[in-house]
């Protein structure tokens, strides 16, 4: 019924299939249009059930001569346990729109790398800058499951030695929720390949929205899977991401955004 509403109403759809933290603020930037924005995550991110591993590790935080938390959630994950070792954290390194200003209270320095945290080539130029600072040693490098995009293996083929600890799984909810999702889009905001995978797995209904992928390890994922690609946002700024909702409001409903100043 409210779908139908909106329908008679005029309004346009955006289901933003990221978590609820990503894009902050992006509603205000459609104020005085004919839009709903919808939040519907697709991954769940679940904390590991056991850090134990995590504990050891950070343990024997001074062998290591750099910390790598390879998304925001590992970051938030490392600051939680992290003051309990009452030492100061070697160097960090970051990739996936990490709160750098946090991580600052625990180690003297933070190296956020920027970038598609999915994309291959951004990882490989993460590593090597990582090896070009004069980095030879013992790294810890804090992960998800899966592991996207692999940043420790690449570590370790670059001749680190590497300790990997998983610290949070991601999984995908039911396939109820998934064709949900794709019937009560008109444009759909995605923002992992393990969510176009998937949703691109539903044949017909996932080409009933247009879609807008962040990244270009995202935008690929879509191009393989040919579902309609219509814009892609080259990171998962929130500018960026309300930039590339705009162009496709405007050139397929003429809706015109008010100027920001």
């Known amino acids: ?13 955006i289901v933003i299939t990221a978590l609820p933290t990503a894009f902050p ?26 850090l134990a591993g995590l504990d050891r590790a950070l343990a024997e935080g001074s062998t290591f001569q750099a910390i790598i938390c390879t998304s ?3 970051a938030s994950v490392l600051l ?17 729109g990490v709160d ?3 991580l600052a209270s625990i180690a003297p ?13 951004v990882a490989a130029a993460m590593v090597a800058q ?48 998934i064709l949900a999702t794709l019937e009560r889009a008109e444009l759909l905001v995605v923002a992992n390949p393990l969510v176009v995978e998937a949703l691109a797995s539903h ?10 992928a962040v990244g270009r390890a995202t935008a690929d994922s879509c191009r393989q899977t040919r579902v309609p690609l219509i814009a892609v946002a080259d990171d998962a700024t929130t500018p960026r991401v309300a930039q590339a909702l705009l162009s496709v409001l405007a050139a397929r409903f003429g809706l015109q955004p008010r100027v920001r100043v």
């Open 100 to 102: 750098s200003h946090a």
């Open 72 to 74: 925001a959630r590992a």
């Open 203 to 212: 044949g017909e209904d996932a080409f009933l929205p247009g879609w807008v």
């Open 80 to 96: 939680a346990r992290w003051p309990q070792r009452g030492q100061v954290a070697p160097a960090i390194w970051t990739l996936g």
């Open 109 to 121: 320095v933070v190296t956020p790398f920027p970038g598609d945290p999915f994309d291959p080539a």
């Open 1 to 13: 019924m409210k779908m139908a509403e909106e329908l008679a109403a005029g309004q346009r759809r």
């Open 130 to 177: 990582i090896v070009g600072t004069g980095v030879r040693g013992r790294v810890l490098c804090l992960i998800g499951d899966p592991d996207l995009p692999d940043v420790s293996s690449r570590l370790a083929d670059a001749g680190l030695l590497v300790s990997a600890v998983s610290v949070y799984r991601c999984g995908l909810v039911s396939d109820v929720e």
């Open 25 to 50: 603020g992006l509603a205000s930037w459609f104020d005085g249009l004919p839009v709903i924005i919808r939040r519907q995550p697709l991954l769940e991110v679940d904390v590991a059930s056991d």
